[in-house]
């Protein structure tokens, strides 16, 4: 028998390992051997699976082996797993005493211990990562990476404070997803369970100290409501950029560098502000991230948002973003590249801001990451700036503090497309403006220069040109204007609530090259067919030329025309497309269509759906689901309009998924469950096989147990009882189901259904 390739991930690296039995020991060896030195003994290496259903597990024999079979390895499958970054306190952590080394929490298994570190980044001080070696660390500030990163931000005005600042630890912050039904019932407890959250000014978030002491634990709270999408953490300057936006329900959003998705979330949030389960979202919202793997576990996240149908995730190079096309009718003619509203490049960076985070981190820091960062920002903003509509809004983000990486990128960018492009003030969020001095330092800080010309003198070598680490563009910009407007950007320092943050706001003035001015109305259909006749009247005035190549052009065009108004006419003769396009999402299957909209009574007709009392389907936004065959989707209407004009994207996911895989070894539609996050859009508009239960029937179903109903086999939803809730809920709460031998039981995740039960139960 061939063996089994097994990926193994560490970090960012992954490397591919032969096994030809699921043993742990074994592949404990294998990957001491290639990390040798990196681990005390192999045995502490722990592997975590992540199963499709989202949950995380620390692989002993018995759930590798599990994993083996689902990824069916013994029939060529590959299977993927990663090394646990917390490695040392599981090790150390022995059976009877899985406790959390920083926070004291305790815990009743190996895995809820890891996901509680991981989630709130409690690594044990000192411990690296990945490694049971427990060497006494030398004390942060006397480490190679401080100095040198205190050399390079001395001249920062206030900048003993700032370092002084920074050793404070950062405060938790916390916000409610709004739609989410469980999102207040969930912000209750916690704020009853700790009244020291405290409420974060200008921010609809809550801030809940680093250290504050473990017991019936509000961290555990935390995590639990955020396992059953009721409450989203994320650090408070990283809400800042979406609130700048100002992002409206129908606009086209793009978010260029979204992974792990925490304003992706909000950006949902907003685009989905008031909108109720199955109403049809107008905006888009593409986001993208070149690391599949961040992607995936983005994915889980958006996934869970009651409202994502806007969302289309795409995994690529974001220097590379694809111009992607909108046409109803699918054909190629009139197909017009899409232009957003609003696009959110919060890019990679040294991420310095977040020392306060995790100190540790503050050791690593060299110059030459944040030299490196430079190109690839400027690279990133460059493109989301080609993509915006005029009148549109770029946001600029960093969680680093150097110029380097910030104004630089800023400047470098205003420099270059001139009067195209402006940066708005924003005094809101400005707790320093922007540099328009600094300095540059070599990768290993040996020195540093203050303009280009310094550099020239030098040593002409260092340039990129010529091999070398430094670009023009990282100096303080020459022209006096730009470097005066740089002063608009926004610098958050890490103090109170914050870390370090960096913002730019940037307009579009001008519609581009031609420098045509740009449309008056808002809305994408306006701009739409602006462009259309923009096009047109092109067109015309080339017609219109003189000379032999005009008159040429001027036929052409006229024999296109009469070929296209032939082709229009066959269309509403036999309903037939010529020169078809393809959409980038497939039409959904027909098989599965149809048993859906039968299976559950699903109404597409508005008049009958509301005589009925249910919401009418809208199945003409049901389209294929790029991530699970025979899969369908909800979108909102730009996704579906979505066509393929050049190449084809990477898309990971698009809208909400309405079927999730159950496992079963059949071809039948109805082998499919109802994914859980689908449940409250699907109850809103069924006429059938939607159950109400009473609460002690939907408590057993949370824990797992079957509930007996005489009903025929395959997929249902249950619906709670309003009435018999045990605690205050507003909106209707689903639960995805499946009626088998033993009775109606859920088929949500049991992370899922624990976190509801948790919070619901009295
Ligand atoms: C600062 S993080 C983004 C955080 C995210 N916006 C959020 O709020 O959760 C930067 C992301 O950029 C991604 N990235 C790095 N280089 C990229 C590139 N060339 N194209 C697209 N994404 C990139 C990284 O994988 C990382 O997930």
Same mark, same amino acid.
């Given at each position: ?209 680093? %250290? !504050?002491?473990? &017991?019936?634990? @509000? ?10 999408? #009721? =409450?989203? *953490? ?44 199955? %109403? !049809?979202?107008? &905006?888009?919202? @593409? ?10 576990? #983005? =994915?889980? *996240? ?48 040294? &991420? ?66 001139? &009067? ?343």
């Amino acid at each position: 028998m061939e063996p089994a390739q097994i990926c193994v991930a560490s970090g960012s690296s992954e490397r591919l390992f032969a096994c030809h039995a699921p043993s742990v020991l074994e592949l404990q060896r294998q990957v001491a051997a290639v990390f040798e030195g990196v681990w005390a003994s192999a045995s502490d290496i722990r592997f975590v699976w992540r199963h499709k259903n989202g949950e995380s597990q620390i692989c002993d024999d018995a759930s590798f082996a599990k994993a083996w079979q689902t990824s069916r390895c013994d029939r060529g499958g590959s299977l993927k797993l990663r090394i646990c970054e917390n490695s040392h306190q599981l090790s150390s952590a022995l059976a009877p005493d899985r406790t959390c080394g920083r926070c004291g929490q305790e815990f009743s298994s190996r895995n809820q211990l890891m996901r509680h570190v991981q989630s709130l980044g409690h690594y044990v001080e000192g411990a690296p990562k990945n490694s049971g070696k427990s060497e006494e660390p030398e004390a942060p500030e006397k480490q190679e990476g401080c100095k040198a990163w205190d050399l390079y931000y001395q001249d920062l005005p206030d900048f003993s404070k700032i370092r002084e600042l920074m050793r404070q630890p950062l405060p938790h912050c916390f916000k409610r997803v709004p739609a989410s039904p469980l999102s207040d019932l969930a912000l209750d407890r916690v704020l009853q369970l700790e009244p020291r959250a405290r409420p974060v000014v200008g921010l609809e978030c809550w801030a809940l100290d680093a %250290e !504050v002491p473990s &017991g019936e634990s @509000v961290w555990g709270l935390l995590q639990t409501a955020q396992d059953c999408g #009721a =409450l989203q *953490r994320q650090e408070a300057s990283s809400m800042v950029p979406v609130t700048l936006l100002e992002v409206e329900p129908h606009h086209y959003v793009a978010d260029m560098c979204a992974a792990p998705a925490s304003k992706t979330l909000q950006l949902l949030d907003v685009m989905s502000a008031g909108a109720r389960p199955g %109403e !049809v979202a107008p &905006g888009l919202l @593409v986001a993208n991230d070149d690391n599949w793997s961040r992607c995936a576990s #983005a =994915l889980r *996240r958006t996934h869970q948002h009651p409202q994502n149908l806007p969302l289309l995730w795409l995994c690529g190079d974001a220097r590379e973003f694809p111009t992607l096309h909108d046409h109803s009718a699918g054909r190629v003619r009139g197909a017009r590249k899409i232009r957003f509203d609003r696009i959110l490049c919060d890019v990679p960076c040294s &991420g310095d801001g977040r020392l306060r985070r995790s100190l540790g981190a503050w050791a690593a820091w060299r110059p030459r990451y944040m030299l490196q960062m430079h190109y690839v920002q400027s690279a990133i903003l460059k493109r989301g700036l080609a993509m915006l509509k005029p009148q549109g809004r770029l946001l600029y983000s960093t969680c680093s503090m150097s110029p380097v990486e910030n104004e630089a990128v800023v400047a470098a960018a205003l420099e270059k497309l001139g &009067g195209q492009i402006r940066l708005l003030s924003v005094e809101q969020w400005r707790h320093a403006p922007g540099l328009t001095v600094w300095r540059v330092p070599l990768p290993d800080g040996s020195g540093s220069f203050g303009s280009a010309k310094e550099v020239e003198a030098a040593d002409p070598k260092l340039w990129c040109t010529k091999g070398g680490p430094l670009a023009p563009t990282m100096f303080p910009p020459a022209d006096q204007e730009v470097a005066a407007s740089l002063r608009r950007c926004v610098r958050i320092t890490p103090c109170g609530d914050f870390g370090g943050f960096f913002c730019a706001l940037f307009e579009k003035v001008t519609p581009g090259p031609a420098g045509r001015p740009a449309p008056e109305a808002k809305g994408s259909e306006v701009d739409a067919r602006a462009q259309e006749s923009k096009a047109a009247r092109a067109e015309v005035r080339d017609a219109l030329g003189h000379g032999k190549q005009a008159r040429k052009k001027a036929e052409g065009a006229e024999e296109r025309k009469s070929k296209e108004e032939e082709e229009d006419q066959d269309v509403q003769r036999h309903g037939q497309t010529f020169n078809p396009i393809p959409p980038l999402l497939a039409a959904a299957p027909a098989a599965q269509l149809e048993w859906l909209m039968s299976w559950f009574g699903l109404i597409p007709d508005a008049a009958e759906a509301e005589k009925l009392g249910v919401r009418r389907f809208p199945v003409e936004l049901l389209r294929g689901d790029p991530s699970l065959k025979d899969g369908m989707i909800l979108g909102s209407t730009p996704i579906g309009r979505l066509v393929l004009k050049h190449a084809r994207p990477r898309v990971m996911a698009a809208g909400m998924p309405l079927l999730a895989d159950s496992g079963a070894d059949s071809e039948h539609p109805s082998r499919f469950d109802v994914a859980q996050e689908a449940a409250h859009v699907l109850a809103a508009c069924a006429t059938r096989r939607c159950e109400r239960v009473g609460w002690p029937s939907f408590a057993a179903m949370l824990r797992g147990e079957a509930v007996l109903r005489e009903l025929a086999a395959g997929p249902l939803i249950a619906v709670l009882h309003p009435d018999s809730s045990p605690r205050l809920v507003e909106e209707q709460l689903c639960l995805a189901g499946r009626l088998t031998s033993a009775g109606m039981v859920a088929t949500a995740s049991s992370t899922h259904r624990y976190s509801m039960l948790r919070l619901l139960s009295p």
